[in-house]
């Protein structure tokens, strides 16, 4: 059983930063896809950044030049720095995985990022 724990999230105001962890329970060296997606009351869960295991990295448009993904393959480990935090990031944010020898997808429990002043 593949287990995601997700931790970091947290109340920030505009313009600061937070970094999110998910840590993982198993070998993620054989996992190909890696990432975080996030979600809102009433809308569709999206995606925020993903990391394939050959090092190739994704972003939303809206966070592009804010948000850096990291993989840490010897702490089976990815993290998710946030910078210059805008109100509508606050979401619940996901870690997940796939691919690689996983049979199916993996979500964590989710992590509370609230952006207020």
């Known amino acids: 059983q593949v287990q995601l724990v997700e931790s970091g999230g947290g109340l920030v105001q505009p313009g600061g930063s937070l970094r999110l962890s998910c840590a993982a329970s198993?070998?993620?060296?054989?996992?190909?896809?890696m990432g975080w997606y996030r979600q809102t009351p009433g809308k569709e869960r999206e995606l925020v950044a993903r990391?394939?295991?050959?090092?190739?990295?994704k972003y939303a448009d809206s966070v592009k030049g804010r948000f850096t993904i990291s993989r840490d393959n010897a702490k089976n480990m990815v993290s998710l720095q946030m910078n210059s935090l805008k109100l509508e990031d606050t979401a619940v944010y996901y870690c997940y995985a796939a691919g690689g020898y996983l049979k199916s997808e993996y979500w964590g429990q989710g992590t509370q990022v609230t952006v207020s002043s």
């Open positions: 198993v070998n993620i060296v054989g996992i190909t896809l």
């Open positions: 990391v394939i295991s050959g090092g190739s990295k």
